[in-house]
């Protein structure tokens, strides 16, 4: 059975760090994009960032460039998102997701097919 699980959300002030994984198992992505969205309360989800399979490329929402650096680790089978200089704007869910095919850069939800079970990430002003 594929999974993907995040881990590492958590509360921050403003200004701080944090760093999610996601981990894959049941099967590799490493042939496929993967992203990273979030999705605030009474909010519709929104695409954070994306990396190509091979790592070679990366694409970043412009409210998190910058800030946010996407990465995978092909040995570990993981896709993390280190998020830098966090501000309020950015608590939500966060969540990560597996490409349906293989196309560059892909940003749109519904052409993720893979997607784990979510994050928090709190950021206090």
């Known amino acids: 059975q594929e999974e993907l699980i995040e881990s590492g959300g958590g509360l921050v002030q403003a200004g701080g760090s944090l760093r999610l994984s996601c981990a894959a198992s049941?099967?590799?992505?490493?042939?496929?994009?993967m992203g990273w969205f979030r999705q605030a309360p009474g909010k519709e989800r929104e695409f954070v960032a994306a990396i190509r399979w091979d790592g070679g490329s990366t694409f970043y929402a412009d409210s998190v460039k910058g800030r946010f650096t996407i990465s995978r680790d092909f040995t570990k089978n993981t896709v993390t998102l280190q998020m830098n200089s966090l501000k309020s704007e950015d608590s939500a869910a966060y969540y990560c997701?597996?490409?349906?095919?293989?196309?560059?850069?892909?940003?749109?939800?519904?052409?993720?097919?893979?997607w784990g079970q979510g994050t928090q990430v709190t950021v206090s002003s």
């Open positions: 997701a597996a490409a349906s095919r293989r196309r560059w850069p892909i940003y749109e939800a519904d052409e993720y097919e893979y």
């Open positions: 049941g099967r590799t992505f490493s042939y496929v994009p």
